[in-house]
């Protein structure tokens, strides 16, 4: 339970996960509250994107539970957990390329305070492309079309797995800020997967990092920042340095 009193907006409790037969996430508990930015930091191969996509309802769950604003949506199909209020930027974006700006985001809005206006009014250049095919993009749009996209579904939780990657600097500061934006103001909770520690610390309110499928270290991104021998300890990057 969070402070307030009111249930974890996501509580994952004792859940073993994985592929086929191969367990990657042996014993995963994690809870997040409404307003929280979570940075899921960890080297390749850690079990990063299993725990998003065990989230998203598209991987073997062997045991444990998944709840969403106190319901559980542990037997839920991706689709339904969609709808229920999971939102999932996805690293290969996933918009529909044959449609336009507009046309992505109406295909899966959702009753709720994200309408397609709301998004327009996060991402300005989005209504400029608003009658543009999802093709026509450039990356940093297509990055923004895809959050606005899951945004229209009016989500409880946001999951973002390495949203900022292979965009220009200053499109990473903006889709960065607009995600803090949202989390704050939309009362939902994130989840971002980043490689890169330092672009995620200043948003973050909460680091974990996984190491072969496992939290080995939760804490406020403010310790984190006071002590970078931790970064330096569980992903081989120096603090301030670390690019």
């Given at each position: 339970m969070s402070d307030?009193?009111?249930?974890?907006?996501?509580?994952?409790?004792?859940?073993?996960?994985?592929?086929?037969?191969?367990?990657v996430l042996p014993n995963m508990s994690l809870r997040l509250a409404k307003g929280q930015v979570l940075a899921l930091l960890g080297r390749n191969g850690t079990g990063?994107?299993?725990l998003i996509n065990s989230i998203v309802g598209v991987t073997r769950r062997f045991s444990g539970t998944i709840a969403l604003g106190g319901?559980?949506?542990?037997?839920?199909?991706?689709?339904?957990?969609?709808?229920?209020?999971?939102?999932?930027?996805?690293?290969e974006r996933n918009i529909f390329r044959s449609l336009t700006v507009e046309e992505n985001m109406t295909a899966v809005a959702q009753p709720g305070p994200w309408t397609v206006e709301k998004v327009y009014e996060m991402f300005p250049r989005l209504e400029e492309r608003r009658r543009n095919f999802g093709n026509q993009l450039s990356g940093g749009e297509q990055q923004m079309l895809a959050i606005g996209r899951a945004l229209t579904l009016?989500?409880?939780?946001?999951?973002?797995?390495?949203?900022?990657?292979?965009?220009?600097?200053?499109?990473?500061?903006?889709?960065?800020?607009?995600?803090?934006?949202?989390?704050?103001?939309?009362?939902?909770?994130?989840?971002?997967?980043?490689?890169?520690?330092?672009k995620i610390l200043g948003l973050a309110d909460r680091v974990v990092i996984l190491e072969r499928g496992t939290i080995v270290h939760d804490a406020p991104s403010a310790a984190l920042k006071a002590d970078p021998s931790v970064l330096e300890r569980h992903l081989g990057v120096a603090g301030a340095a670390g690019h």
């Open positions: 307030s009193g009111a249930p974890d907006l996501l509580a994952i409790e004792s859940l073993r996960a994985g592929y086929g037969e191969a367990v990063k994107t299993t319901a559980d949506v542990t037997s839920l199909r991706a689709d339904q957990r969609a709808r229920a209020g999971i939102g999932w930027v996805p690293q009016n989500p409880k939780v946001l999951l973002l797995d390495e949203p900022t990657e292979g965009l220009a600097p200053i499109i990473v500061e903006e889709l960065l800020r607009a995600i803090g934006t949202i989390t704050r103001a939309g009362g939902i909770c994130s989840i971002i997967v980043e490689q890169n520690a330092q």
